[in-house]
């Protein structure tokens, strides 16, 4: 069975493992080494809006949620390019940190 057309040239996000992203969050941006937008080192910010879904170049067609993170300190891509304070990103590069793990039952 051969790949589906659609699937070539917008391929499935991957799935998400862990609590669910929104406003407020705290998140570190997870990088990996096929992306080429990483990031220097995975930055950790807050998610302080979602990120531009509204357009889709078909209709039905379903982009994968995404947000913008608002860092803690400027952020760098790893070949140098920034400092940036804020950037969108998908939300399965992003994974929730607890900001009180002692809490934790």
């Known amino acids: 069975m051969g790949v589906n057309w659609l699937d070539r040239y917008f ?5 998400i493992t862990g609590p669910a992203v929104g406003i407020g969050m705290l998140v570190a941006v997870v990088s990996d080494s096929e992306q080429t937008d990483a990031s220097e080192d995975d930055p950790i910010g807050v998610v302080i809006a979602p990120g531009n879904n509204e357009i889709a170049a078909y209709p039905g067609l379903q982009r994968p ?16 390019r920034g400092p940036f304070e804020q950037a969108t990103f998908p939300e399965h590069r992003l994974r929730v940190i607890d900001p009180n793990p002692s809490l934790g039952a």
């Open 11 to 15: 391929p499935k996000s991957p799935k």
């Open 65 to 80: 949620p995404s947000w913008t993170v608002a860092f803690e300190r400027p952020s760098y891509t790893a070949d140098g």
